[in-house]
DNA sequence: CATTTGCCTACTATGTCAATAGGTTTTTAG
DNA sequence: CTAAAAACCTATTGACATAGTAGGCAAATG
């Protein structure tokens, strides 16, 4: 399940891309018209920074921008960063295969499968498209 | 993220389909076979019988078996009954979409397709198609 | 230089997950 | 007919994640 995270995350991205211009834009603006605590908001917009989402700017007349074109962000990548991972299952997160049964795991393929699925579907698809 | 609530059910199935014949099979031996703690699948099986996946006899020679042909189950109904739901966001879980918002969501359709994808996913493949 | 804004650490309430513990009831095998 | 084996039931627990709140510091500009 998606949690707060990821998709505020999108919801912010959204904000930016359909307010964009040569000004930054203040988080206070983003939050009320998103109808989210901002305070909450700082602690997912820092990530986002961190991630190279978005750009901030300290100060008078600061804020936040978008780093790129709103085509060149995958859904899949704004996503993973906020959530973690979008791994279906506990041993396919992190890359590796950790569980010793999965050499003759009846279950496994499945998930990978479900996995695969969920990765193309949130790869194909960019900010654009939700604009 | 799929938990071990789903997970271990899925194994259940699958040890009963494994061992299927005239017999109960106990829950004991299944916790042993699988690595799982008995009384933690015992939680796990109670839902699974309520649910009508499968049918529990008391006693000695008791135990449990499927209730249906291992083609009639469909692994998503294994996954909703015991994960709850398998909706990606808390929006569209429970059938019907209670946010506000919904009217102009720039990411409803987003959640929405992935929910169906997952949906068709794991409804069109059986407990017979992880045999 | 005061205001606006991002940035940072810490705290908290609530709930879920993954069990554990200890019993009661049911049924059959011997 | 009784003892063992099994399901069935209620309650509790420790760890962790979620979704915030609170208060202040740093930076930049108008």
Redesign the pocket.
Known sequence: MI???GRYALRVMIDLAEHAGDM?????DIAERQG??K??L??I??DM?AGGLIT?????????RLSRRPEDYPIGEIIELT??SLASV?CLAGGSVSCPRSADCRTLPLWAGYDKLTHDYFFSKTLQDLL
Do not use: F, N, Q
């Open positions: 949690s707060t995270r930054y834009i203040p988080l206070k989210i605590s305070k909450y700082e602690i917009v820092k920074v901030g700017a300290s100060g008078k007349g600061g804020g936040y959530e973690g506990a």
